[in-house]
Every structure is written in C-alpha cells, then in structure tokens.
C-alpha cells in the first residue's frame, strides 16, 4: 500500500458527555453533503493537528456508533486515556466545535454477520461499534441481547443510545455493585446457535477467547489495544519483495516490516503500530506470513491474502507484497 488514504475534511459539530470521561463527538462533511456509507463495525482515522506524545502525527482509530443510514454526520465516543499517546487528551482538552479536522474512508474489520442467536458483551467504551450492531439485530427481528458492563453507572457509556433499545433485551452490568462480570456462567449454556460479539478492555476479551476454546458458541470480537504477545515467540529475519519496484529487502529480527519499508522510503500507511486498526493491512502475493494482529479472522489468516505491516512478520524466507 503506497501513499495516503483519502482524506475527507470535516467540521466539529457537536461535543457534549457520553458517560465518565467519554466524549460524544459529532462531525459533518465540509466539501459534501454526506459522508461516505458505512455498516455496523465500522471505523474511520480520525486525523487531527498537531502530534502526539510519540512525536507521531495524532491519527486515531475510533468506531462508528450512529445511525449508518443517516450518513449526513459521524459520531463517535472517544474515552480520555490518561496513559496513551495523546490523542484522545488532544480531542477532550484542545478540540472545540466548529474545528476543522478530518477522516478517512470507512473500514470495517469487524462486520456483523448474524447468526440465528447473538449476544453482544460491550465492556466501558467498548459499545461505540455494538451500538449500531445491535439497532440493526433490533431493526431485523432478530433474537438477540446485550450486556454493558462497566466499573460503576457513571462509568456506563452512551445511556440515551442505549434507552432507545428494548430495555428486555439490555442487561447493565456495574462492577462495584455486582462483582465483576460472571463469564462462565453467563456463557454456560450457549450452543452453536449464538455468535458472540465482543468490544472493551483486553482483560474482558482475553477471557472471552479462554472460554471460547473448545465451546460451541461463536466468537468475534474487536481490541481497542494489543494481544498479549504468545510466550516464546521469536522474531526470525526474511527477506521482502516489492512487486511494484522488485526491489529486496532484508528484514532483520529486530526490526518490524513497517520499520524496513519507511526506512527504505516506501510510504505505507499506519497508525497503531499494535496490529489493531488494520491501516497497515498489505496484499501478499507470495509467502506465508506470521500473523500477530488482532484484525484478521482466523479464516483471513490462514488464507494468507493480506497482513499488517507493523507487527506481523514472515513464516517463509521471502515474502512478496503488493507495494
């Protein structure tokens, strides 16, 4: 991938409290007059002024969570993280309405595809891409519920979303009065009906892929953070080919893909550098790749297709990628 993703300039039109340290932030489209169309799941870079503590420019990855047929305005929930990279301190400290800022195209590595039963498990912040998921299981008829957790009700995210859901079908779930969140139990009985959607903090999905294991029940979920790295993981040197220039290039065990493509002054687009956000997703035309993202399913992985520059490293000596 060469270049820079399309960006659309847009206008802050509304930010106000979505719960405990939670921004609700509304964007219109400056040059049109509506943004381009996305599905449940889906997310944009959210590209502001400046840099981030990492010296980085600050592009952040953040869900979705309107309506998807009213493309006219997009909204999200951006939590203030106290130990990232800045980001979000830059957006609940310095952005303002009516600024200028602007977003990519939508991607979705996370789409909602239904099965006959669904229950969606949204830990804190984590709702943002389950909102839109569960209006539209809603809006079809289908059989679903929803569990929101959080450490305590201030801490429950987008409430006048979530009122406008049957309440029957909603399950609001605070730590400090319940305990934390009983998933063995509350999984117990599911069969291989119901598909399980998952978004918030890695503990709660690190969990979730535990007791998925062996289970009947589908699992997909989505990380605002990285993985836990596997123990005894070993970064082996190989070599890359890019088709475009057939330039060779040496990858070496101390350095990632992304580091070797930049340094030889090919642009590949990036921003988490975690394996989360799917920017640095590259076409592999040959080789087999070492997958350690945390975006593509396992059916994507093993197909070999695509793979994320930043973490993800080579199985095989060679890999050719579509750069």
Same mark, same amino acid.
């Given at each position: 991938m060469m270049g820079q993703s399309q960006q659309i300039a847009a206008r802050v039109a509304r930010l106000d409290p979505a719960g405990e340290g939670i921004l609700r932030v509304v964007l219109v489209p400056l040059d049109a007059e509506r943004f381009p169309a996305w599905e449940p799941g889906a997310h944009v870079d959210l590209i502001l002024p400046g840099t981030g503590r990492d010296g980085e420019p600050l592009v952040r990855q953040y869900s979705l969570c309107g309506d998807p047929q009213? $493309?006219? *305005?997009?909204?999200f929930g951006i939590l203030r993280e106290p130990d990232g990279r800045g980001g979000s301190a830059w957006v609940h400290d310095r952005l303002k309405v009516r600024d200028t800022v602007a977003v990519s195209a939508p991607r979705n590595h996370f789409p909602f $595809?239904? *099965?006959r039963k669904t229950l969606f498990i949204a830990g804190g912040i984590g709702i943002t891409p389950i909102l839109p998921m569960a209006r539209s299981a809603e809006a079809e008829g289908r059989d679903w519920q929803l569990i929101v957790a959080a450490r305590n009700r201030g801490r429950l995210p987008f409430m006048t979303e979530l009122a406008s859901?049957?309440?029957?079908r909603v399950r609001y779930h605070c730590d400090d009065?319940?305990?934390?969140?009983?998933?063995?139990q509350l999984l117990a009985t599911l069969g291989d009906e119901t598909t399980v959607?998952?978004?918030g903090p890695g503990p709660l999905l690190d969990a979730l892929q535990r007791l998925n294991e062996g289970a009947r029940w589908q699992l997909r979920i989505e990380r605002f953070s990285a993985a836990p790295a596997i123990p005894g993981l070993v970064d082996r040197p190989f070599d890359v080919i890019c088709r475009s220039t057939g330039l060779r290039l040496h990858v070496p065990a101390d350095k990632s893909l992304l580091q070797v493509l930049r340094q030889a002054g090919i642009k590949v687009d990036s921003s988490c550098r975690d394996g989360i956000c799917g920017t640095c997703e590259t076409r592999v035309l040959a080789g087999t790749p070492d997958h350690r993202d945390s975006v593509l399913t396992p059916e994507e992985r093993a197909e070999g297709t695509y793979m994320m520059a930043c973490v993800s490293r080579a199985v095989s000596d060679v890999l050719e990628l579509d750069i």
């Open positions: 009213d $493309t006219t *305005g997009y909204t $595809t239904p *099965g859901l049957p309440q029957t009065e319940a305990g934390l969140l009983d998933l063995p959607y998952s978004c």
